[in-house]
């Protein structure tokens, strides 16, 4: 088989499922592989497209995007799909052709130092400079993506690597490494203790809907989520409140309004503190993530945790289950219900554009309507 053969193999084994591209001079041989392989191929019209495309996916299915582009200019226009990614903390697997570097001969076709530009945008840059090291590199970029913080990453893929016959792929890894939940039997202590428990949920918290859900049932705990964490839940849900930037003030008011605010997979960036006006008291915040460097970054807690997210809502689905009815019951589904027309009121309908045929005829009435008209499930 060919090296192009092989990196296709590899990714099949890593769980991919769909890459998303443009095929072009460099890796032509690469896309010729994936009419052979199992992986289903999913061509733009450009880079750009095809980058935000592996971000949408990676964020619809909790899986990173694969994204292929040739080396020089194809790549650079992928950038800003892959600079959203580090800001959202969205996996991304960018594997791009490296740049031509033929000993003696300068001004190679679309050679740039992609090391250098894209540097401030990923987490990781590798380099695939043999087909040996195929499965190798790939597994280890393809864990990077997902580790602590998600984020993009690059695989820079020498040309000869492509094209070069190889020898067939060793077998296929026992499957991927399990996280270990973490000790959270502080966090358990602090929540029995806590009446009042409002929920503050980012993105992070992906892959864990069901169990997020029933804690928030099991706390009576309203559940508030951050711009990006939008859809980890579903927003219909009657404990389930979602504010914005109209309405951060009703907010803060909620907030101050509990003993507990316990923040899972969220960093409070800009977006996800809403302008960072915010307002969480120190004493009574408990800070969850993957990445230790969001810890403490724009908002102290009385506890942080460095940690798997998913794997500690379980854990901490587990503790207060045990503990029964001594856990939550400061909230009551009549408050949390006010909570939410005093969310809707705070955010002033119809003000920007018009909507013919919408009712309310404005944005909120239009997609209200969408709403309404698709399976709850659906992408757009």
Known sequence: MTGAERLCRALETLGVETVFGLPGTQNIALFEALR??????????????????????????????????????????????????????????????????????????????????????????????????????LEEAHAVSQAGEPGPVV???????????????????????????????EIALRLSGARRVVLYVGQGANGAAAELLQLMETLKAPLVTTTSGRGV?????????????????????????????????CKF??????????????????????????LGANYDASLTLAADVPSVIRALLDRCLSLGKSVGSGFSEEEVGQWRRRVTKAAPQGTDVTIRGARPASIEGFFAALRRAMPAESCL
């Not at 890894?173 to 270990?180: A, V, Y």
């Not at 404990?239 to 899972?264: M, T, Y």
């Not at 977006?271 to 969850?288: C, K, S, T």
């Open 269 to 294: 960036s800009h977006n996800g503190a809403h302008g960072f006006r915010l307002r969480l008291a120190p004493d009574r915040l408990i800070h969850v993530d993957a990445s230790e460097a969001v």
């Open 36 to 137: 052979k392989s199992r992986l289903r191929t999913i061509v733009a019209t450009h880079e750009l497209s095809a980058s935000f495309m592996a971000n949408g996916y990676a964020r619809a299915s909790g899986r990173p995007g694969v994204l292929l582009t040739i080396p020089g200019p194809g790549f650079t226009y992928s950038l800003t799909g892959l600079a959203e990614a580090l800001l959202d903390s969205v996996p991304v697997l960018s594997i791009v052709g490296a740049p031509a570097k033929a000993p003696g001969r300068r001004f190679q076709l679309q050679a740039l130092d992609q090391r250098a530009v894209v540097a401030p945008l990923v987490k990781r840059i590798f380099d695939l400079e043999s087909a040996e090291s195929i499965e190798a590199i």
């Open 233 to 265: 839940v579903p927003e219909s849900h009657p404990w389930v409140l979602s504010f914005d930037r109209r309405s951060v003030q009703v907010l803060n008011e909620l907030v101050e309004s509990a003993n507990l605010v316990l923040a899972l997979g």
């Open 155 to 185: 695989v820079q893929v020498s040309p000869r690597v492509l094209s070069k016959e190889v020898a067939a792929s060793p077998s296929a890894s026992s499957g991927p490494r399990l996280s270990k939940a973490p000790s959270v039997d």
